[in-house]
């Protein structure tokens, strides 16, 4: 018994070591213990051996791979011997579970070969009752054998089942006990739940080093985010500072304003006085023309020398100087008296706005005394406790001014003596308010406290009524439960009496006494045959070699037959000609065959070797062109975002307009609008001094022509034709300025967006040689694809032809063996013919000892058919048997699971009950308490209304 479930019944062996290969004995395994007793060589420990090998499939040690563990065939005279270990188990569940495994050994001419043969699992689905079976071809019989007994294969092996052999494995090396430890307890999971710690712990030390730099990191960004506040404060510090120092600016910006006005009015002055002296100069030069026609018409010329002309010139021009320095200093003295007039003129001006102001403010305070007196005088009509006259002046009011003031300090004194009684009030309000809220909080606490029981004992009760409702057992079920139970009963004393009945433990004892009978006549036949098969040894195995001759003969004739096509095929017909020499030509062809094999693997080896690095290569290339093109089309939108209405890229893509040309052109309407912008400065300079000098009436010229102006309406056009033109000009020069603005913003966007543009033509020109590159690889990778193809083609060809040659190779190293084995046998059979003697006195021959034998075999083996029936009915009665008393546990069990749930149910119903008295009490002291929180609140509310009472 391997646990509390899973017990071995019996065990069937057929064919290994010393049992028979016809054996039927069943051993039985009785329960607790099963003692096996026997001489040596009897095959106790053959027993074991079997339990391991339908357990776990591990042949025992030294059986030379299998061969020592079946029954000799040289024993059996036979030339295979077919072994069978059948074994009942119960598992875990209780369940029958057959396991059959299979073995054969055969007899070769020099060598015997052991062969494992099918294994079979099955039972029987206690549901449907049907057989099912699983063979090795579906699972792992070693494997499933131990989980459906619950015991590892570890423990099977090395424990419950070890070979005496292997029986001192706990003295074994260190590393061999620790396998076997490891194995038993399997200590595998534990290693590898250590291992997995480990790795656990080494990811977490590396998490750990992560986060560490990560704080590393953080704190940096913490110490550099308190720099940055310092620094901000400090800029703010600076900002302040910089903020007076622009208020200390400003003041003197307003100074140098004020300055700038006196510098304009001097400058308008000298602009005055240079208008002034160009219309002097004029004069001078008219006067000069008047000198010139006038000494073009003088008819006598001058005849003092030329040294008394230029004295007097010298005087004259003396002259002019002084008079000239007169005029200009007479201008300076009108200038600094028109200056002064200007001052005076402003001194009298706020003279003029402080009188204005002082008047108004006198005005002012004439009304607000004047309002004094009017209040004074309505208090004094209303506060009649202060006995005192209206007043009428000045003195009057500051008189009755005093009086307030003492009778204000009085009420004063009266006031703060109310608050202090109003205080004490509100105090004793306060306490009462405090109080009524204590009660109150205390009421409201009570009854949430026993809303919350209440809550808790629902939950309780609807919790116990869900149980009872899932506990719930009618009567009628119970009494269908014990009625099923007494129907299993009933089937269980059936099963026993139909067992008892049919008497078949003593049929199956009648069957084995007979077949014991039988086995005692084949004894003594085989007795009888083997002393005869001693005096007729040489003639029995002159018969055996000529049967191996002639099936050798047969056996070579037939591969010949069979493999002359493929033989034919491989080598030619010539070489079946010579069969002496078959062996060496279809070596020699396989040899031939695998050097091809291997010139081609070399081949395909080397365009492999190609092909990859061509795959190498467009795989980069092709990396590449998708970097290219990301690069490309990130550069290209920055490009068209940048000149979005300047430049279409597409067309310059196109070619249609050129990013070099668009630059010059838009620099060129550049110069050209600055050009345009500074002829309009210029001539808005021209026109406004001609339009100054226009409306000069001291000069009273043209300033173009210096024509006197016949009248003021000449005067008049000109200066509006002039201001009509500046106004042109101006509006002309805005839309110019307004043009030269947005084309400098586009010659900067573009100048900008060059270096971008000139990387985007490059990675443009990069991807297309990217591309050409990836199409020459595609195309390069596509040759070497098709030859290898073709080359796996001719390898697969090879391939096949050399394993058809492998196949061929063995065929004729079979029928050379063969021949080999037949020309041995000839020799062999020649020899003994020649030296064997006659055979005189036996009165039997052994094939009538062996027809007798076989009808002696045929009948026990139908006693043996017989008897498996009996046992495999005694079996199907016993499960029957078990089966029934199974179920009759199992009602019972589920009548007593019922009445403990109908025991559950009535205990839930008390509880139940109690639980709805408590909330029926809870619900009665809640209401209590809901009823005093009224009254509590209107107290409350009544002492806050006094408490606010006094407060007014």
Same mark, same amino acid.
């Given at each position: 018994?391997?646990?509390?479930? *899973?017990?071995?019944?019996?065990?069937?062996?057929?064919?290994?070591?010393?049992?028979?290969?016809?054996?039927?004995?069943? $051993?039985?395994?009785?329960?607790?213990?099963?003692?096996?007793?026997?001489?040596?060589? &009897?095959?106790?420990?053959?027993?074991?051996?079997?339990?391991?090998?339908?357990?776990?499939?591990?042949?025992?040690?030294?059986?030379?791979?299998?061969?020592?563990?079946?029954?000799?065939?040289?024993?059996?005279?036979?030339?295979?011997?077919?072994?069978?270990?059948?074994?009942?188990?119960?598992?875990?569940?209780?369940?029958?579970?057959?396991?059959? =495994?299979?073995?054969?050994?055969?007899?070769? %001419?020099?060598?015997?070969?052991?062969?494992?043969?099918?294994?079979?699992?099955?039972?029987?689905?206690?549901?449907?009752?049907?057989?099912?079976?699983?063979?090795?071809?579906?699972?792992?019989?070693?494997?499933?054998?131990? /989980?459906?007994?619950?015991?590892?294969?570890?423990?099977?092996?090395?424990?419950?089942?070890?070979?005496?052999?292997?029986?001192?494995?706990?003295?074994?090396?260190?590393?061999?006990?620790?396998?076997?430890?490891?194995?038993?307890?399997?200590?595998? +999971?534990?290693?590898?739940?250590?291992?997995?710690?480990?790795?656990?712990?080494?990811?977490?030390?590396?998490? !750990?080093?992560?986060?560490?730099?990560?704080?590393?990191?953080?704190?940096?960004?913490?110490?550099?985010?308190?720099?940055?506040?310092?620094?901000?404060?400090?800029?703010?510090?600076?900002?302040?500072?910089?903020?007076?120092?622009?208020?200390?600016?400003?003041? *003197?910006?307003?100074?140098?304003?004020?300055?700038?006005?006196?510098?304009?009015?001097?400058?308008?002055?000298?602009?005055?006085?240079?208008?002034?002296?160009?219309?002097?100069? &004029?004069?001078?030069?008219?006067?000069?023309?008047?000198?010139?026609?006038?000494?073009?018409?003088?008819?006598?010329?001058?005849?003092?020398?030329?040294?008394?002309?230029?004295?007097?010139?010298?005087?004259?021009?003396?002259?002019?100087?002084?008079?000239?320095?007169?005029?200009?200093?007479?201008?300076?003295?009108?200038? =600094?008296?028109?200056?002064?007039?200007?001052?005076?003129?402003?001194? !009298?001006?706020?003279?003029?706005?402080?009188?204005?102001?002082?008047?108004?403010?006198?005005?002012?305070?004439?009304?607000?005394?004047?309002?004094?007196?009017?209040?004074?005088?309505?208090? #004094?009509?209303?506060?009649?406790?202060?006995?005192?006259?209206?007043?009428?002046?000045?003195?009057?009011?500051?008189?009755?001014?005093?009086?307030?003031?003492?009778?204000?300090?009085?009420?004063?004194?009266?006031?703060? /003596?109310?608050?202090?009684?109003? =205080? #004490?009030?509100?105090?004793?309000?306060?306490?009462?308010? &405090?109080?009524? /809220?204590?009660?109150?909080?205390?009421?409201?606490?009570?009854?949430?406290?026993?809303?919350?029981?209440?809550?808790?004992?629902?939950?309780?009760?609807?919790?116990?009524?869900?149980?009872? /409702?899932?506990?719930?057992?009618?009567?009628?079920?119970?009494?269908?439960?014990?009625?099923?139970?007494?129907?299993? @009963?009933?089937?269980? +004393?059936?099963?026993?009496?139909?067992?008892?009945?049919?008497?078949?433990?003593?049929?199956?004892?009648?069957?084995?006494?007979?077949?014991?009978?039988?086995?005692?006549? $084949?004894?003594?036949?085989?007795?009888?045959?083997?002393?005869?098969?001693?005096?007729?040894?040489?003639?029995?195995?002159?018969?055996?070699?000529?049967?191996?001759?002639?099936?050798?003969?047969?056996?070579?004739?037939? $591969?010949?037959?069979?493999?002359?096509?493929?033989?034919?095929?491989?080598?030619?017909?010539? #070489?079946?000609?010579?069969?002496?020499?078959?062996?060496?030509?279809?070596?020699?062809?396989?040899?031939?065959?695998?050097?091809?094999?291997?010139?081609?693997?070399?081949?395909?080896?080397?365009?492999?070797?190609?092909?990859?690095?061509?795959? #190498?290569?467009?795989?980069?290339?092709?990396?590449?062109?998708? @970097?290219?093109?990301?690069?490309?089309?990130?550069?290209?939108?920055?490009?068209?975002?940048?000149?979005?209405?300047?430049?279409?890229?597409?067309?310059?893509?196109?070619?249609?307009?050129?990013?070099?040309?668009?630059?010059?052109?838009?620099?060129?309407?550049?110069?050209?609008?600055?050009?345009?912008?500074?002829?309009?400065?210029?001539?808005?300079?021209?026109?406004?001094?001609?339009?100054?000098?226009?409306?000069?009436?001291?000069?009273?010229?043209?300033?173009?022509?210096?024509?006197?102006?016949?009248?003021?309406?000449?005067?008049?056009?000109?200066? =509006?034709?002039?201001?009509?033109?500046?106004?042109?000009?101006?509006?002309?020069?805005?839309?110019?300025?307004?043009?030269?603005?947005?084309?400098?913003?586009?010659?900067?966007?573009?100048?900008?967006?060059?270096?971008?543009?000139?990387?985007?033509?490059?990675?443009?020109?990069?991807?297309?040689?990217?591309?050409?590159?990836?199409?020459?690889?595609?195309?390069?990778?596509?040759?070497?694809?098709?030859?290898?193809?073709?080359?796996?083609?001719?390898?697969?060809?090879?391939?096949?032809?050399? @394993?058809?040659?492998?196949?061929?190779?063995?065929?004729?190293?079979? !029928?050379?063996?063969?021949?080999?084995?037949?020309?041995?046998?000839?020799?062999?059979?020649?020899?003994?013919?020649?030296?064997?003697?006659?055979?005189?006195?036996?009165?039997?021959? $052994?094939?009538?000892?062996?027809?007798?034998?076989?009808?002696?075999?045929?009948?026990?083996?139908?006693?043996?058919?017989?008897?498996?029936?009996?046992?495999?009915?005694?079996?199907?009665?016993?499960?029957?048997?078990?089966?029934?008393?199974?179920?009759?546990?199992?009602?019972?069990?589920?009548?007593?699971?019922?009445?403990?749930?109908?025991?559950?149910?009535?205990?839930?119903?008390? &509880?139940?009950?109690?639980?709805?008295?408590? %909330?029926?009490?809870?619900?009665?002291?809640?209401?209590?308490?809901?009823?005093?929180?009224?009254?509590?609140?209107?107290?409350?509310?009544?002492?806050?209304?006094?408490?606010?009472?006094?407060?007014?």
């Amino acid at each position: 018994m391997l646990n509390y479930r *899973s017990v071995t019944l019996q065990m069937l062996i057929k064919g290994i070591r010393a049992f028979s290969p016809d054996n039927q004995n069943v $051993i039985e395994f009785f329960r607790p213990l099963t003692l096996i007793v026997g001489e040596n060589g &009897a095959g106790k420990t053959t027993i074991i051996e079997c339990l391991k090998m339908a357990c776990t499939g591990d042949l025992p040690p030294n059986v030379r791979s299998g061969q020592s563990f079946i029954h000799d065939p040289k024993v059996s005279g036979e030339t295979e011997v077919k072994a069978q270990i059948k074994m009942r188990f119960n598992n875990q569940l209780g369940r029958p579970v057959v396991t059959i =495994r299979s073995f054969s050994l055969t007899q070769k %001419a020099s060598k015997q070969e052991f062969k494992t043969l099918d294994s079979t699992l099955s039972t029987t689905n206690p549901i449907t009752g049907e057989h099912e079976a699983i063979t090795n071809r579906c699972a792992d019989m070693g494997k499933e054998v131990p /989980a459906l007994m619950g015991v590892s294969k570890a423990v099977l092996e090395n424990v419950i089942f070890v070979h005496q052999d292997e029986s001192n494995w706990p003295l074994a090396e260190g590393a061999t006990l620790k396998k076997k430890f490891d194995d038993i307890f399997s200590a595998t +999971r534990y290693t590898k739940a250590l291992e997995a710690i480990r790795k656990l712990k080494t990811e977490q030390a590396q998490e !750990i080093k992560e986060n560490k730099l990560k704080i590393d990191t953080l704190q940096k960004d913490i110490d550099l985010a308190v720099r940055l506040r310092e620094s901000i404060k400090e800029d703010q510090t600076k900002a302040d500072v910089l903020k007076g120092t622009m208020e200390q600016a400003s003041n *003197s910006q307003k100074k140098l304003q004020e300055e700038l006005k006196t510098l304009t009015l001097k400058s308008r002055n000298m602009h005055e006085m240079s208008n002034c002296l160009k219309v002097l100069e &004029a004069q001078l030069e008219s006067k000069m023309k008047e000198n010139s026609r006038l000494f073009d018409q003088m008819d006598v010329e001058l005849e003092e020398p030329l040294e008394e002309l230029l004295k007097h010139q010298r005087e004259c021009e003396a002259e002019y100087e002084e008079r000239h320095r007169r005029s200009s200093e007479a201008a300076d003295k009108i200038t =600094r008296k028109k200056m002064d007039a200007e001052g005076v003129k402003r001194a !009298i001006s706020e003279d003029l706005a402080r009188e204005s102001k002082l008047k108004a403010e006198a005005e002012m305070h004439q009304q607000s005394l004047k309002g004094r007196r009017d209040f004074s005088r309505r208090m #004094a009509e209303a506060h009649t406790e202060l006995g005192a006259e209206a007043p009428e002046t000045d003195p009057a009011v500051d008189n009755f001014q005093q009086k307030v003031v003492e009778y204000a300090a009085g009420q004063a004194e009266t006031m703060q /003596a109310m608050k202090q009684v109003h =205080r #004490a009030e509100e105090d004793r309000y306060s306490n009462l308010v &405090a109080q009524a /809220a204590g009660e109150l909080n205390q009421v409201e606490q009570s009854c949430s406290s026993n809303t919350t029981e209440l809550d808790r004992y629902v939950a309780q009760t609807e919790e116990k009524r869900r149980r009872q /409702a899932m506990l719930h057992v009618t009567e009628g079920a119970l009494a269908e439960s014990e009625k099923q139970l007494a129907d299993a @009963q009933q089937h269980v +004393r059936k099963e026993k009496e139909t067992l008892e009945s049919e008497e078949l433990a003593a049929k199956i004892s009648a069957a084995r006494g007979k077949m014991d009978g039988l086995d005692r006549k $084949i004894f003594d036949l085989n007795r009888d045959r083997d002393q005869l098969s001693v005096a007729s040894e040489d003639m029995q195995r002159l018969r055996l070699m000529k049967e191996q001759q002639t099936k050798k003969t047969s056996e070579c004739q037939q $591969i010949l037959d069979t493999k002359r096509n493929a033989i034919t095929d491989f080598v030619g017909e010539e #070489a079946l000609n010579a069969p002496a020499q078959l062996g060496v030509a279809t070596r020699q062809a396989l040899q031939g065959l695998e050097g091809r094999l291997k010139q081609q693997n070399a081949r395909v080896q080397e365009k492999g070797n190609e092909l990859s690095g061509v795959e #190498a290569k467009l795989h980069d290339a092709g990396q590449r062109k998708r @970097q290219l093109e990301q690069q490309r089309d990130t550069i290209k939108r920055q490009l068209v975002g940048a000149v979005q209405g300047i430049l279409d890229l597409e067309q310059v893509e196109s070619g249609t307009v050129s990013w070099s040309t668009t630059l010059e052109s838009t620099q060129q309407t550049l110069d050209k609008q600055r050009t345009s912008n500074d002829s309009y400065n210029a001539m808005s300079k021209i026109f406004s001094d001609f339009v100054k000098r226009g409306k000069d009436p001291a000069q009273n010229c043209c300033p173009v022509c210096t024509r006197k102006w016949k009248d003021r309406t000449e005067m008049d056009t000109f200066v =509006r034709t002039y201001e009509d033109r500046m106004k042109n000009d101006g509006a002309k020069k805005a839309e110019n300025e307004k043009a030269v603005s947005a084309i400098k913003s586009r010659l900067g966007q573009l100048q900008k967006m060059q270096p971008s543009y000139l990387k985007y033509e490059d990675v443009k020109s990069e991807l297309q040689k990217m591309e050409e590159l990836v199409i020459r690889l595609q195309e390069d990778e596509t040759k070497l694809t098709d030859m290898m193809d073709s080359l796996s083609a001719e390898t697969l060809e090879i391939e096949s032809l050399k @394993q058809k040659g492998t196949k061929v190779v063995k065929d004729v190293e079979s !029928i050379e063996r063969l021949q080999q084995e037949m020309a041995q046998l000839a020799r062999d059979v020649s020899y003994r013919e020649e030296r064997m003697p006659s055979l005189e006195g036996s009165t039997r021959s $052994i094939q009538e000892l062996n027809e007798e034998m076989a009808q002696l075999e045929r009948d026990r083996k139908g006693l043996g058919t017989e008897r498996e029936h009996l046992e495999g009915r005694l079996k199907q009665l016993e499960n029957a048997v078990r089966w029934a008393e199974t179920k009759h546990r199992d009602m019972r069990e589920e009548y007593l699971k019922a009445e403990q749930r109908q025991k559950e149910f009535n205990q839930l119903t008390e &509880a139940i009950a109690e639980a709805e008295s408590w %909330a029926v009490k809870l619900r009665g002291d809640i209401a209590a308490a809901k009823e005093k929180v009224a009254p509590l609140r209107e107290q409350k509310a009544k002492h806050e209304s006094a408490r606010e009472a006094a407060r007014k």
